[in-house]
C-alpha cells in the first residue's frame, strides 16, 4: 500500500566534517559516560518509534544494492529534482544566474539493512545536500530510505530521522530495524543523550 504523507515521530562537506562521527561504534568518551554511575544523564537511553511509509514488497529481479547503486540511484533522484551532484558541479566561476537556488548532492554513506523481507538488500543512504561551494560548521548528512521496488531500487522517505541524531550502529533482526545513536549537539560539542529509534513500515 503507497500513502503520500509520511510521518516522523520527532551538510558541510566531507573536510568539514568536525561534528560528525562516521564509526558504527560509540566512542570512548561515550562508553566512558555510560559507565559513571553518577552521570544519570547517560543511564537512560531515549527509545522511540520513527515510522516509514512507501515501502513496498516486491518481486524485483536485479542487481542488489551496493553503495555504487546506491549512489547513482541517489543522483538520478536529485538530479530530477534539479539539482547538480558532486560529479558534475560546474566550477564557481561558471555558475550563472539561472544556477541560483540550486542544490548540490553528494553521496556520503550507505547502512544495509532489510525492510521488505526478501533477498534484496535495502538500506539508509547518508548524503550531503548544500548549495554549490558554500562552507558552514555543524551540518550533518541528510539520511533516506533506500529500497527494491519491483521496478528498481528508489529512494523514500528522506529525512527521516533529525540531522543531529548521529547513527552508531544498526540491529536487523526477526524483520526490525533498530538506530542505536546520539544526540548531538553540535555547536556546544555535547552528546544530549543516547537514541535507540525503532524503524516501523506503515503499511
Known amino acids: 500500500m503507497k500513502w503520500n504523507k509520511w510521518f516522523v515521530l520527532f551538510m ?15 566512542t570512548e568518551e ?44 541517489l543522483y538520478e533522484y536529485f538530479i530530477k529534482q534539479g539539482c547538480f551532484t558532486s560529479d558534475n558541479q560546474p566550477q564557481l566561476g561558471d555558475l550563472t544566474h539561472e544556477d541560483t537556488g540550486k542544490m548540490t548532492v553528494e553521496f556520503n554513506d550507505l547502512l544495509y539493512v532489510d525492510l521488505n523481507n526478501n533477498l534484496y538488500n535495502d538500506g539508509i543512504i547518508t548524503y550531503w545536500l548544500e548549495n554549490p561551494f558554500v562552507n558552514g560548521h555543524c551540518v550533518q548528512p541528510k539520511r533516506a530510505i533506500i529500497s527494491d521496488t519491483n521496478k528498481g531500487y528508489k529512494i523514500t522517505n528522506s529525512d527521516f530521522i533529525p540531522e543531529n ?34 524503524l516501523r513500515i506503515f503499511d
Open 12 to 26: 558541510i562537506y566531507p573536510f568539514l566534517f568536525s561534528c560528525y562521527n562516521k564509526t558504527n561504534k560509540l
Open 30 to 73: 561515550v562508553k566512558d559516560r555510560i559507565d559513571t554511575p553518577s552521570n544519570t544523564s547517560f543511564q537512560q537511553i531515549f527509545d522511540t518509534i520513527v515510522v516509514l511509509t512507501n515501502i513496498e514488497k516486491s518481486n524485483y529481479k536485479g542487481e542488489n544494492l551496493t553503495k555504487d547503486l546506491a549512489k547513482k540511484i
Open 165 to 198: 541524531y548521529l547513527i552508531d550502529s544498526l540491529a536487523n533482526t526477526n524483520n526490525k530495524v533498530i538506530v542505536f545513536g546520539r544526540e548531538y549537539d553540535c555547536s556546544n560539542n555535547k552528546i544530549l543523550r543516547l537514541l535507540k529509534v525503532n
